[in-house]
């Protein structure tokens, strides 16, 4: 007689939302750096060129891209993006980098949660270490937002969390870091408690180049 057993053989990880962690080095961080600053500081004078939310969450124009300071990482960008769109299995669109612009967050500044629209992906680079902070604080960290938020309709209590109860992962920034998620996917940033430095990021957006949909299918779009 076959022996009583009743065991959990296996966990589906189904409809998976894809972050994807590359690291981009460019030879001119430096300099990006001080355009960053330069805009910065300048903040009060150029209106037209810069926009702000205030003076501790700060951002550029969008079209960072199209200044040849930011053409080395515009390439290492895309270059990225063509393995997110492997990972897919895409075949036949060519991503591009759509808009960019930079981020200075200084004191308790911070980014609001948000997706981006009129676009295919979205992503972040960091051309430094995050300020220091108290050890254990999540500050300057970058948080992402499960959308499906019904499935937490019922929240029991938990020992520890794991991809499957939480609600929201943070990650700390590093130099060099590139993230690149689907441009639906809400985020925001944990305020900078450090009150002399500033958190630097350049965010961007990504369309595509290409072909849509299969032949006689009735669904082609050519861009």
Known sequence: ???????????????????????????NTEEIINDLNSKYSLVDQYQHDVLEKSRTSFYTED???????YFELKSQIEII????????????IVPRVETMWGNVLGHNGYIHPHAHS????SGVWYPEDCPSVSE?????????????RIKYFFMPQIEQKNHLNSGEIYIKPSKGMCL???SWLEHDTVPNENPSEV?????????????????????????
């Open 1 to 27: 007689m076959e022996q009583s057993k009743t065991e959990l053989t296996n966990v589906h990880q189904i409809f998976p939302t894809a972050l994807f962690e590359s690291t981009i080095t460019v030879s």
């Open 63 to 69: 079209t960072l891209h199209e200044n040849s300071i």
């Open 81 to 92: 993006a063509q393995k997110v769109f492997g990972a897919y299995s895409y075949m036949n």
């Open 118 to 121: 009129n676009s295919m992906f």
């Open 136 to 148: 254990g604080s999540l500050s300057n960290y970058i948080k992402f937002i499960d959308p499906n």
């Open 180 to 182: 690149i998620f689907p």
């Open 199 to 223: 958190r630097y990021s350049i965010a961007f957006n990504l369309f595509f180049n290409g072909s849509l949909g299969f032949p006689n299918s009735l669904n082609r779009l050519t861009i």
